[in-house]
């Protein structure tokens, strides 16, 4: 699979992600509804850089990615603030290698939990697809071994907001196909990005 075809691939995603979602927000708009209504669909995009998978075959070179992702509003915020932070918002996103190895787009829910009025933790977990190794048999040098497309994806993040609507955002991610291939050898990376709220 060719990096053009992960971004549209991408793109496909997001599509059907912000139709999803816009379906949510007329249900809750409905008379009878419960839930309180979002003032958008959009709530966060977030774009930066990350190493890729340092610890691995793809690393070994310092290789790097350039990242971003959108985050949709929750379908519906319930009136306690505690019982909201159990309410994922959905997302999308990519990671694009400078280098010619994996790259891959993803969609899935994060979860976002305030510590403080400006620091804040998240994870989030999904699924992604990608362009890279596949084959069992025989992995070149400087890709891993993947085993299959999709996999799976977890993050975990530590955010501080700098302002009303800006964050800079740390986040270790995951993929992997959990035994469900031959090859598990997984892909991590580390990075940053910033992020504007809507």
């Not at 669909?41 to 774009?47: N, T, V």
């Not at 270790?172 to 809507?198: D, K, P």
Request: hydrophobic share 40%; aromatic share 10%.
């Amino acid at each position: 699979m060719r990096v053009g075809t992960v971004i549209g691939m991408s793109l496909l995603v997001a599509s059907m992600g912000a139709t999803g979602v816009a379906n949510a927000s007329e249900v809750k708009r409905q008379p009878g509804s419960t839930a309180s209504a979002q003032p958008s669909l959009l709530s966060e995009f977030r774009f930066g850089f990350s190493a890729q998978d340092p610890w691995g075959a793809e690393g070994r070179d310092g290789s790097a990615n350039l990242t971003g992702e959108i985050l949709f509003a929750k379908p519906f915020t319930p009136s306690d603030l505690f019982t909201s932070y159990f309410v994922p918002r959905p997302h999308i996103g990519g990671s694009l290698n400078f280098d010619g190895r994996t790259s891959f787009a993803y969609a899935g829910l994060s979860w976002t939990i305030d510590v403080t009025p400006s620091l804040f933790v998240e994870g989030s977990i999904g699924g992604a697809i990608h362009n890279g190794n596949r084959n069992p048999v025989y992995t070149p040098p400087d890709l891993q071994a993947l085993g299959c497309s999709p996999l799976f994806r977890e993050s975990g993040s530590v955010g501080v907001r700098l302002a009303a609507n800006w964050s800079v955002v740390a986040t270790v991610e995951h993929l992997s196909n959990a035994g469900a291939c031959a090859e598990n050898r997984g892909l991590t990376n580390i990075g940053a990005r910033v992020g504007y709220s809507f």
